[in-house]
């Protein structure tokens, strides 16, 4: 009988938290109606709403209406970046960013290039740690309307330097936007933000839940057109069952960060001694000390990352990868080519609540293997 499969990509997507399930369900009865009407269903769903929105804003140390539901992350980050530019449009149209923001974010800068408006790329370190002077320079520039700052590289797990940025954006009066969707849930949140997005499939809510927090004195204007929703800041009715799911399962992450931190953090340091001691030309990418808990990438020469993940998944690893030249982009990771490491044969490693040490000892007894079997295929011996 073959073993369990092991799941082994909550950086993507978080199985669902038994919290998010229970209150899933109990809401599929109680949340279905429009919470903008008056009658007695749709006071109950706004109830809920309210009751959602103050659990997720309390859970984050902001206030209830700082805080909007949106259909996904993207979507929260796609309005975080555009709405930021549109409300300072007035001081200028430059945007900053990392190299390494996530791709939601790189498609808005694009958007807002096309319609005429300029970005600046700050480059990060070997580690993918941001280059704080360079950062600083571009922030002090003239016409800067937004700086972004992922606040953990979701590739390879590096922790931003962000109340350093912060500081540096306060000092040339920058609202400093945080893609916070590795840390919501898992870890404290970072000092000197204006805006701030995370997605709830992240921490084992819902998929198709994002927040979008945008602080008081802010200027921020929404990209969409009008609509009452959520303050104006999102458009459409939401997936309230959804939205009470992802606030409920904040909360009781949130509770268990500390205590999972603990667990996670030595399965992860295990990966990445024993993936460079026991697998020949790899390169374990990212800050060995100043990361994310759960995440872990590496590398090996001579291999294609998609062959490597199929291989994995044959063997009932389902792993991710940032990388190589997969058949869909025929382009590497642009976070991996920021940072000028391998980025060919990569895999990314992320762990989560389920993750049991029997399961990361199975995936470093096979994977040395695996890796050897295809270098073989592919006419790659005696290393």
Same mark, same amino acid.
């Given at each position: 009988?073959?073993?369990?499969?092991?799941?082994?990509?909550?950086?993507?997507?978080?199985?669902?938290?038994?919290?998010?399930?229970?209150?899933?369900?109990?809401?599929?009865?109680?949340?279905?109606?429009?919470?903008?009407?008056?009658?007695?269903?749709?006071?109950?769903?706004?109830?809920?709403?309210?009751?959602?929105?103050?659990?997720?804003?309390?859970?984050?140390?902001?206030?209830?209406?700082?805080?909007?539901?949106?259909?996904?992350?993207?979507?929260?980050?796609?309005?975080?970046?555009?709405?930021?530019?549109?409300?300072?449009?007035?001081?200028?149209?430059?945007?900053?960013?990392?190299?390494?923001?996530?791709?939601?974010?790189?498609?808005?800068?694009?958007?807002?290039?096309?319609?005429?408006?300029?970005?600046?790329?700050?480059?990060?370190?070997?580690?993918?740690?941001?280059? +704080?002077?360079?950062? $600083? !320079?571009?922030? =002090? /520039?003239?016409?800067?309307? #937004? &700086?972004? %700052?992922?606040?953990?590289?979701?590739?390879?797990?590096?922790?931003?330097?962000?109340?350093?940025?912060?500081?540096?954006?306060?000092?040339?009066?920058?609202?400093?936007?945080?893609?916070?969707?590795?840390?919501?849930?898992?870890?404290?949140?970072?000092?000197?933000?204006?805006?701030?997005?995370?997605?709830?499939?992240?921490?084992?809510?819902?998929?198709?839940?994002?927040?979008?927090?945008?602080?008081?004195?802010?200027?921020?204007?929404?990209?969409?057109?009008?609509?009452?929703?959520?303050?104006?800041?999102?458009?459409?009715?939401?997936?309230?069952?959804?939205?009470?799911?992802?606030?409920?399962? +904040?909360?009781?992450? $949130? !509770?268990?960060? =500390? /205590?999972?931190?603990?667990? #996670? &953090?030595? %399965?992860?340091?295990?990966?990445?001694?024993?993936?460079?001691?026991?697998?020949?030309?790899?390169?374990?990418?990212?800050?060995?000390?100043?990361?994310?808990?759960?995440?872990?990438?590496?590398?090996?020469?001579?291999?294609?990352?998609?062959?490597?993940?199929?291989?994995?998944?044959?063997?009932?690893?389902?792993?991710?990868?940032?990388?190589?030249?997969?058949?869909?982009?025929?382009?590497?990771?642009?976070?991996?080519?920021?940072?000028?490491?391998?980025?060919?044969?990569?895999?990314?490693?992320?762990?989560?609540?389920?993750?049991?040490?029997?399961?990361?000892?199975?995936?470093?007894?096979?994977?040395?293997?695996?890796? $050897?079997?295809?270098? =073989?295929?592919?006419?790659?011996?005696?290393?």
């Amino acid at each position: 009988m073959s073993a369990s499969p092991v799941y082994l990509d909550a950086a993507t997507a978080a199985p669902l938290h038994p919290v998010a399930r229970q209150a899933l369900l109990a809401a599929l009865d109680d949340g279905w109606a429009d919470p903008g009407k008056l009658y007695t269903q749709a006071r109950r769903a706004r109830q809920l709403l309210d009751a959602a929105r103050e659990a997720a804003a309390q859970t984050l140390g902001v206030r209830a209406d700082e805080l909007s539901f949106t259909p996904s992350g993207t979507a929260a980050a796609h309005a975080a970046v555009l709405g930021g530019l549109i409300g300072r449009r007035r001081v200028g149209a430059t945007l900053v960013h990392s190299a390494i923001e996530h791709s939601a974010v790189l498609h808005a800068a694009e958007q807002h290039v096309a319609g005429g408006g300029d970005t600046v790329r700050v480059p990060v370190d070997r580690l993918g740690r941001l280059d +704080l002077d360079s950062w $600083a !320079a571009a922030v =002090a /520039a003239p016409g800067v309307a #937004l &700086a972004a %700052l992922i606040g953990a590289s979701h590739e390879v797990g590096t922790v931003q330097p962000v109340p350093a940025a912060a500081e540096a954006c306060a000092e040339s009066g920058v609202p400093l936007y945080v893609d916070a969707a590795q840390l919501v849930g898992r870890a404290p949140l970072p000092a000197g933000w204006s805006v701030l997005t995370a997605s709830a499939h992240k921490w084992g809510g819902s998929p198709g839940v994002g927040l979008l927090v945008v602080r008081k004195g802010t200027r921020w204007e929404s990209p969409f057109p009008a609509d009452e929703r959520e303050s104006g800041r999102t458009p459409g009715v939401l997936n309230l069952p959804a939205v009470v799911a992802a606030a409920a399962s +904040l909360r009781a992450a $949130a !509770a268990d960060a =500390a /205590a999972e931190t603990a667990r #996670l &953090a030595p %399965l992860v340091d295990r990966i990445r001694a024993r993936v460079a001691a026991e697998v020949p030309d790899v390169e374990v990418v990212g800050d060995p000390v100043d990361r994310l808990p759960h995440l872990v990438t590496f590398s090996c020469l001579y291999l294609d990352g998609e062959a490597l993940l199929q291989a994995l998944d044959r063997r009932g690893f389902a792993v991710s990868s940032g990388s190589s030249c997969t058949s869909s982009t025929l382009r590497p990771s642009h976070v991996l080519e920021a940072m000028g490491v391998l980025s060919h044969g990569n895999v990314r490693v992320s762990l989560h609540r389920d993750t049991t040490e029997a399961d990361v000892d199975r995936f470093l007894a096979e994977l040395p293997g695996i890796v $050897a079997d295809l270098r =073989a295929e592919a006419g790659v011996t005696g290393l």
